[in-house]
């Protein structure tokens, strides 16, 4: 059951929009709507930033946004800030009835 | 307000047994999926499974079928995650969540569980 791919590191100046790419199959984000991002700031929870593609939940900053082409899903973040330097996981449901993590992305504010 | 509240932290030795619980406050506990989330030291998220406490029908990554089981009892709002025989590669944080359609937004404070001799 392998997990989704995402790149190990991104970086960027405050002020900046970086994206962060998301890569499954036609099983997982290829054939769902149930693809969804976390952040997690050490020692802490994941906390949810975008669900269902490209919805923010109540609270969380206009600054994120999440869309899906195919089989690759990608979070955006614009006008970056210091308190944006975390790790980032995107989630998909998989047509095998559970639901998979990627692999996780570390986010530098430089 | 919806909170889940876990136990906390164990330290045990390998071939015991453990149970860690999560406990559902300010919702109706049957009406929503719970999942339980491992995360190794200094390593990323892993789905351990899910499912429907209701009727406890639980799903399992195939990496953790076999290896733990998945309870709940809904007259106290408590779902359970157990092994019946710990390893040292047990060590990790485990979370908790609760779902709906696919969105996990309610996340317990995490277990840590240490396995070492």
């Known amino acids: 059951q392998s997990a989704l791919t995402q790149p190990a590191s991104v970086s960027g100046s405050p002020g900046q929009s970086i994206t962060i790419s998301c890569t499954g199959t036609s099983s997982d984000i290829g054939h769902s709507n149930y693809v969804s991002w976390f952040q997690q700031h050490p020692g802490k929870a994941p906390r949810l930033i975008i669900c269902d593609v490209s919805s923010r939940p109540s609270g969380v900053s206009t600054r994120f946004s999440g869309s899906k082409s195919g089989n690759t899903a990608s979070l955006t973040i614009s006008g970056l800030q210091a308190e944006d330097e975390a790790d980032y996981y995107c989630n998909s449901y998989r047509s095998s009835g559970i639901h998979v993590f990627g692999t996780g992305t570390k986010v530098t504010v430089l | 307000e919806v909170q889940l509240v876990q136990s906390g932290a164990e330290v045990k030795k390998p071939g015991e047994s453990l149970k860690i619980s999560c406990k559902g406050s300010?919702?109706?506990?049957?009406?929503?999926?719970i999942g339980w989330v491992r995360q190794m030291p200094g390593k990323g998220l892993e789905w351990m499974g899910i499912?429907?406490?209701?009727?406890?029908?639980?799903r399992y990554s195939p990496s953790f079928q076999g290896q733990v089981t998945i309870s709940a009892d809904t007259s106290i709002s408590t779902a359970y995650l157990q092994w019946s025989s710990l390893k040292a590669s047990d060590t990790a944080m485990y979370y908790c969540?609760?779902?709906?359609?696919?969105?996990?937004?309610?996340w317990g404070q995490g277990t840590l569980v240490t396995v070492s001799s």
């Open positions: 969540a609760r779902g709906a359609a696919g969105t996990w937004l309610y």
């Open positions: 300010g919702y109706d506990f049957s009406s929503y999926w």
């Open positions: 499912g429907d406490p209701s009727n406890s029908n639980f």
